[in-house]
């Protein structure tokens, strides 16, 4: 069952045709892909052989890759609305596949954003004009011994020079020198040909002495770990990155310590209103596999949605879906519209949207009761795929207390430039 009536009465005849197309896409490859390698070793995924790199040559063909981005660079000049649309589709395909495609862009988004010409003209474009899934990225940020130390500004320890990054940045005349590792949940990692790295220059500032660079991956010294066994979202590999005298031109350093702060804002803003799209997408699959399910599924003589309170949890799913997608439609409206974006309204977003999505879906696997715990129904993948929407593009709770320390900095007016 899919659900095509949509609140907005606004749409355009081209909106709503790259929805139909993205939803074709994800009914017709992604379901299917996404359950094969759901069920192959981690380190089968990321093979020479694996189906995840047709997967992805399909998806850059179709420009999925480059849909946000604008003409003038090579990408598809999608409106905010068109791309949240496709999104949606895709993660309602699977999430970890389009996490694939979206990470893919990551770095890239983010060289454009700060308009440096030279820096775009060296990897955003050439991205753009990628069409066979051969040039991806991936955002390291998150270190083995430090998850939400690198989030929370505010706090003491956030400056305290006893606390170090574990990949560290040193000048070198005009190349910065990167020595260190990034923890096993780098997404796209184990394949991505570029990555964008949060490093830590000025230790005497302590985690808030870093800078953000990018980089190729096929550098002398750089070295990827293996692809990451993990429980839910196995169609979207993860993995470490090691660092050994790593050598970056000094250009490629777009955040520095001046600015650092900033950039955490920004990335985990933009990161956590893509957030909200993963909880949308999820949260609708399982809505839609349980209300499927309920109509087929007979006890007390009749099928379940012909119970009196199965109607009502039933709609109270429906409800909590469309309020996950009101959330995020407006929430990526806004932030991919303006700079920099409102991330205080981002990650109130992400987890109430997130946390919504988990109520949705566990209620969906108690309407399948114990079928719901066999890999014979599809809404088993989608409760072990939602459990990491909590914790991925940070804790909830760490961003809830992130949010409340920045809101009072901005609320109740913020300056911002629009902009289209």
Sequence with gaps: MTTYF???LDLTAEDKA?????HKFAKEVMRPLGREIDAMPAEEVVSEKSPLWDFLRQAYELGFHKAVFPKEVGGLGCTPIQSHLYMEELVWGNIGLCGCVLLACWPYIKVLETGNQE????????????DDGSMTGCWGITEPAHGSDTLNIGEKFFTDPKLQGQLQARLDGDEYVLNGQKSAW??????ASHGMMNVFIEPSLGMAGGGVCILPLDLPGVKKGAALEKVGQRDLPQGELFFDNVRIPKRWMFY??????DSIKGNLGFGNTAMTLFALGL????FEEAYAYAKERVQGGKPLVEHYAMKIRIHRMFAAVEAIRAFSRALWNLNMRISPVAYEYAYAGKTFCSETARDVIEEAVQIFGANGLTKEYYIEKLWRDSRALTIEDGENLTLNRLGGHLLNETFPRRKVNQLF
């Design 18 to 22: 790259i929805r139909d197309e993205a």
């Design 6 to 8: 949509d609140i907005n």
């Design 256 to 261: 520095t310590p001046e600015n650092y702060v």
């Design 119 to 130: 820096l775009i003209n060296e990897f955003v474009v050439p991205f753009c004009n990628c």
């Design 186 to 191: 780098v997404s796209c990692a184990p394949f």
């Design 283 to 286: 949260s609708r699959a399982a």
